[in-house]
């Protein structure tokens, strides 16, 4: 396939990172967290973005409550911010307006914002003001909410860059089978539970990374109050166990087709079922924690690669399935194609240690993801590759080509025809390779 990729300026090259590493292993790693709730007011009207039966009624109520946490590293003059938060996914706008009110203290390539993709969170087209189509199907667009989100991401930032203290840092992955299954019927599940602890100099708990690869598709549409999903009460769940003050931050994986498998015991309601799989996968990552090693002689470093994204389309299945759902015709699509969906699409990637996180635009399916992972560990030596799903900005599924062509409800929400998944993963290999060994 026609490499379709090229570096951004701002990026590091390999023999600028392996300098780098060099230069980072006598400086001292720093790190800060913070965290804002970014529960909207119900007087809002926020609509919850996950489902399109909802007709962009607004939330009745909140469940548990919803938050953006950020880890601040800094080392030497370099800085790297990650934003985690219990949201559904970020609209293309949304990174740049953040930069921007940032004042040009940060750039592109230093800032990844991960949701978990909360299907009882706030509606990401709510926050795109370029959403002016007023289909309630695909979210309402909602000054108040989007101001309310920005201006608290902003603070968050902030917040966690104001005092960092020196930090140890390590990293684990463990396969855990039996917490997630493919829905679309293939065998590919991605099992892997990767850990990252980040503790003072003096051991204290500071922060916790949780990666695993599943939809928070508990609830449904007729659910209608914020919440954070399982995800929120495994963070919960190891913040307690934890203690200390520790600040959990969950990520998801490629997850476009992965769900998750809940126990037949964990009750009647939606409710209970997303929090029974949440604090049970707590306890897990919390007794991984406990086996994870730090050290404080951790590298960072960062990367960033625009990619040049294929000709936008819809799949011939999406009027019968996508389509329906949002209540979209070919002709009004054909005006939202080019108003809501980017040409380009940027990756950034983390290094810290053997940490190799590569951020991804949207929702990969697992067997995509794996590729990516499998090839990393080869180019780069890191022990720990993980998929940072719906990084940045949500562009649509990601298929592997003939997983597009079968259709179904994953195919119609792909907008850049069958490359795009190839595309992807092209990119992420080429931008997140440069942070090798």
């Not at 309310?148 to 902003?154: A, K, P, S």
Request: proline share 5%; aromatic share 8%; glycine share 10%.
């Amino acid at each position: 396939m026609r490499a379709m990729v090229r570096a951004l300026a701002v990026a590091l090259g390999f023999g600028v990172v392996a300098a780098l590493a060099a230069d980072a292993g006598a400086a001292e790693l720093r790190a800060g967290v913070a965290r804002v709730d970014l529960t909207p007011p119900l007087e809002f009207g926020c609509p919850l973005g996950g489902y399109g039966e909802r007709m962009s009624r607004p939330a009745e109520g909140v469940h548990d409550r919803i938050f953006a946490k950020a880890l601040v590293l800094v080392q030497g003059d370099r800085k790297f911010a990650l934003v985690t938060a219990d949201m559904l996914g970020f609209p293309p706008t949304l990174k740049g307006e953040l930069l921007e009110r940032l004042a040009g203290d940060w750039s592109a390539d230093q800032l990844m914002l991960l949701a978990s993709h909360s299907h009882t969170s706030i509606e990401m087209n709510a926050l795109n003001p370029l959403n002016t189509f007023q289909i309630p199907q695909i979210g309402l667009y909602n000054a108040r909410t989007h101001k309310f989100v920005v201006d608290r991401l902003v603070e968050l930032v902030r917040a966690a860059e104001k005092e960092p203290v020196a930090v140890k840092v390590g990293t684990s992955t463990h396969a855990i089978a039996g917490w997630n299954r493919n829905r679309r019927g293939n065998s590919t599940t991605d099992n892997d539970l990767t850990i990252t602890r980040v503790d003072t100099a003096e051991g204290k708990p500071l922060a916790v990374l949780v990666n695993f690869t599943a939809h928070p598709t508990f609830m449904s549409g007729e659910d209608m109050q914020f919440s954070a999903g399982w995800p929120g009460h495994l963070q919960r769940t190891l913040e307690s166990l934890i203690g200390d003050g520790v600040t959990a931050m969950y990520y998801n994986g490629a997850e476009g087709d992965q769900s998750p498998v809940g126990r037949p015991d964990a009750g009647d309601s939606h409710w209970e079922r997303a929090e029974r799989y949440g604090r049970d996968l707590g306890i897990v990552a919390w007794k991984q924690w406990q086996e994870t090693k730090t050290a404080a002689d951790v590298p960072l470093a960062y990367h960033a690669y625009t990619i040049e994204l294929p000709e936008r389309t819809w799949h011939p299945d999406f009027m019968a399935t996508g389509g329906k759902e949002y209540g979209l015709s070919e002709d009004l699509f054909r005006k939202m194609l080019p108003a809501l969906f980017p040409d380009q699409a940027e990756i950034v990637s983390l290094r810290l240690g053997d940490l190799l996180m590569v951020g991804i635009p949207g929702e990969m399916a697992a067997s995509l993801g794996q590729q990516i992972k499998t090839t990393l560990a080869k180019n780069t030596g890191a022990q720990n590759p993980v998929i940072g799903g719906l990084a940045d900005q949500w562009i649509s599924y990601m298929l592997p080509a003939d997983e597009y062509r079968k259709g179904g409800y994953e195919s119609s929400v792909s907008f850049y025809g069958e490359t795009l998944g190839p595309t992807i993963v092209e990119g992420a290999i080429a931008g997140a390779s440069a942070l090798g060994k």
